[in-house]
């Protein structure tokens, strides 16, 4: 998360990063389609991506038990839903439509 400050006297931009240092990574084997799987995050997650590996399957994130089949954001092949600026020290839920697959999410705390 940026804190942008300008001064109009001088013209100038300043720009801190308050942030991330350090990252997890998680590899949660889907291995059956079309069920909920989920990965706990560390608390002060400030930034995670969760992408299917390889790209070959559409999945489903959702943000409690049962999410995943009923109120969801699907990410679609090839993409990476990425969520920045946070505080968050929850669970996130998800599945695939296809089995086989590798679900890679890197947290920053």
């Known amino acids: 998360m940026a804190n942008w400050s300008s001064s109009k006297t001088t013209g100038s931009l300043s720009a801190s990063i308050a942030g991330s ?8 084997s889907a291995s059956i389609a079309s069920t909920e799987y989920s990965q706990a995050l560390s608390a002060n997650t400030k930034q995670f991506i969760i992408q299917v590996r390889g790209g070959s399957a559409k999945m489903r994130v959702g943000f409690a038990v049962g999410e995943s089949t009923t109120n969801y954001i ?29 679900v890679e999410i890197l947290e920053w705390t």
């Open 21 to 28: 240092t350090t990252p997890k990574v998680y590899n949660v």
């Open 74 to 102: 699907t990410v679609e092949y090839g993409v990476s839903m990425c969520q920045q600026g946070l505080d968050f020290g929850g669970t996130l839920y998800f599945q695939t439509n296809k089995a086989s697959q590798i």
